[in-house]
């Protein structure tokens, strides 16, 4: 079985500020990683996934992630974010059975 | 194409009524999904669905019950409602494997 630890819960940032958001999963298998974005009051759309290849990825909105399979990371960084970024992030693992394991989330605000 | 609906957007239950919150995806999606979001918990997967007629378990299926008849609809139904079962509920689709799973807007329900 998978576990997703988000290891913020509220992030606090000044716009155009770069933020990053750290999550980190177990699982004794190969997984697929997965970053999720909730705006108030809406569903969830994704923001980017690890599938293989390179460790780097990029997402909609500025975002990327990197996977670092040693320390079963999948943090996820923007160099500078906006009002607009106010949000909750999820953090997600999939594995065998193709099932999304959730992280429980992190609420980023975003100050003028 | 208006991807994944979902009805009502609210709705307030007493304590042993039943209900059942509708899902709507245009997409020919044949993966179905069920989530209950609690504050500070991410997302759990209640059931799931992989095809017409069929029909599986996933984290937090008690009190809960699924059909799928056609592709797509996915209804999820609460026989004897509990206080516990106070949540947002998202139901999502996807192509299946790793791809990208889409999310309705959300069901926010309070049992009293």
């Known amino acids: 079985a998978q576990s997703v630890t988000q290891l913020d819960s509220q992030v606090p940032v000044f716009e155009e500020a770069p933020v990053e958001l750290r999550c980190n999963y177990s699982s004794s298998v190969s997984v697929y990683l997965f970053w999720y974005v909730q705006y108030p009051n809406q569903g969830l759309q994704l923001l980017l996934k690890?599938?293989?290849?390179?460790?780097l990825v990029k997402g909609i909105n500025g975002f990327e992630a990197e996977f670092n399979k040693s320390q079963t990371s999948f943090h996820l960084r923007k160099p500078s974010v906006h009002i607009s970024d106010t949000a909750e992030y999820f953090c997600?693992?999939?594995?065998?059975?193709?099932?999304?394991?959730f992280g429980a989330g992190t609420t980023v605000t975003v100050r003028a | 194409n208006a991807g994944v609906t979902q009805t009502p957007k609210f709705r307030i239950l007493k304590i042993g009524q039943s209900m059942t919150l509708q899902c709507t995806q245009d997409?020919?999606?044949?993966?179905m999904y069920w989530y209950r979001q609690d504050p500070g918990m991410g997302l759990k997967l209640i059931y799931y669905s992989v095809g017409a007629g069929i029909t599986d378990k996933g984290e937090v299926p008690n009190g809960y019950n699924v059909s799928r008849s056609t592709t797509e609809d996915f209804p999820l139904r609460l026989e004897l409602a509990a206080p516990s079962q106070t949540s947002v509920y998202f139901c999502?689709?996807?192509?299946?494997?790793?791809?990208?799973?889409?999310f309705g807007p959300g069901t926010r329900l309070t049992v009293l």
């Open positions: 997409m020919n999606h044949n993966y």
């Open positions: 690890y599938l293989s290849g390179s460790t």
């Open positions: 999502a689709s996807s192509s299946g494997g790793v791809d990208t799973q889409y």
């Open positions: 997600a693992v999939m594995s065998r059975g193709y099932k999304l394991s």
